[in-house]
């Protein structure tokens, strides 16, 4: 009886450390089983259930619009500071499908074409887009800009001058959010056009008559991306590779900041760790984005790893000295903290990017304007990634498009 009761226990030791040695080869030996299998699912290879997702989005995505309303349009041209007041959010749905895809299985790579739809989700709003606002009109301010520094001088300035006093237009003017959403039309420029074309001079016939947010956005497929598919290396899942057929972009003043670096921002690599830094090419921005860690969150109770714009994403040049390849020509915007300057993308529209309500920027940019209120809670930009697929579950892309307007007494 007392070897039987040996012999017990020796099979039980024994059946117990093969059972603590298969633990350890199963813990080792499962996470990258599945790591690996989750690889090899998210890869875009043709007719895979990953490319079809990929092709056409089949998640919710809503696109909200926050506008300033100028209270004080009068008061401003007299030297006063502008008040404020932010309507909104309004709210559309947005839809995308990929175009005119081209597959290079050599070489890795798809080129495509993107469509995106804009819906208004009246809803999810708050107001409608019959709202009347007024607020800066781009164009015009574009025109004063190029007038006020062109070779044609003080004839220039006064001949635009006429013009919109012709079709009672200023700098800020009032339209519907529908217009200023989907687009209205350019009295300034169609009246120039007009009087232009009774000497024979067409040189207006080609530019846009009509401007908006989404004009000529919505449901409209213009840049093309290449992106890698991830069938070599996993790791260069949808990292953008080209823009338009170029491999980099030429906006900026250095081969750095011209580089394109990063995914289009809708997934990344997989086993993502809180030490990455996460790269994302914005054609909107016409430069690659950086994004930090922040902290661990959930989404529908997955755990995800949120990461952010940095703040020195914003950061003047005298702070952030990587930063200089992306200064411009206006180089007084540029020892600011919170602007970008993205005219040169942009047809030389005075054009600048900061995130709302001039978060993180120079308080003399805050103090500027009546009925701003920064606050990181609603106005910084973040993805959630679930860190196993590098999918983003959760993202707010947080801008606010200002324009640089240049004060000329000689224009009403």
């Not at 209205?184 to 007009?194: A, G, R």
């Amino acid at each position: 009886m007392a070897k039987l009761i040996k012999c017990c226990s020796i099979v039980s030791i024994v059946f117990g450390v093969i059972l603590i040695i298969v633990s350890i080869v199963g813990l080792t030996l499962f996470p990258k089983l599945v790591s690996n299998k989750v690889k090899e699912k998210i890869v875009l290879r043709k007719d895979s259930d990953s490319f079809k997702r990929w092709t056409k989005l089949s998640v919710p995505v809503f696109i909200k619009f926050y506008l300033f309303d100028i209270q004080n349009k009068n008061d401003v041209f007299n030297g006063h500071k502008p008040i404020v007041v932010e309507r909104g959010p309004y709210v559309f749905r947005q839809t995308r499908e990929k175009l005119d895809i081209e597959i290079d299985e050599l070489n890795a790579t798809i080129t495509y074409k993107e469509l995106k739809g804009y819906y208004f989700e009246p809803e999810l709003s708050n107001g409608s887009l019959s709202d009347e606002l007024t607020v800066v009109d781009v164009p015009v301010a574009s025109l004063i800009n190029k007038v006020s520094g062109s070779l044609l001088g003080s004839f220039g300035v006064s001949s635009l001058n006429e013009i919109l006093k012709a079709v009672e237009q200023t700098a800020f003017n009032t339209y519907t959010v529908e217009e200023i959403i989907y687009g209205h039309p350019i009295p300034v420029l169609q009246k120039l056009d007009e009087q232009l074309s009774w000497f024979g001079v067409q040189f207006l016939s080609k530019v846009p008559k009509k401007f908006g947010l989404l004009h000529e956005k919505n449901l409209t497929a213009s840049d093309s991306l290449t992106v890698n598919s991830g069938i070599h290396d996993v790791n260069d899942l949808q990292k953008v590779i080209k823009w338009n057929n170029e491999k980099k972009v030429s906006f900026w003043n250095s081969d750095y900041c011209n580089m394109i670096n990063g995914t289009d921002g809708s997934r990344f690599h997989p086993d993502v760790k809180p030490d990455d830094v996460l790269y994302v090419f914005n054609p909107a921005l016409c430069r690659s984005v950086s994004l930090t860690f922040d902290t661990k969150t959930k989404v529908e109770n997955i755990e995800t790893l949120r990461f952010q714009l940095p703040e020195k994403f914003f950061a003047s040049r005298r702070r952030e000295t990587d930063n200089n390849c992306f200064c411009t020509k206006e180089k007084t915007t540029c020892d600011y903290d919170g602007l970008l300057d993205i005219s040169k993308c942009r047809n030389d529209a005075p054009i600048l990017i900061s995130a709302p309500h001039f978060l993180y920027g120079d308080i003399k940019l805050i103090d500027s304007i009546n009925g701003l209120q920064p606050n990181e809670l609603y106005h910084k930009t973040f993805v959630d990634v679930e860190p196993l697929t590098g999918a983003v579950l959760n993202a707010a892309r947080r801008m606010q498009i200002n324009v640089h307007i240049k004060s000329n007494e000689n224009i009403q």
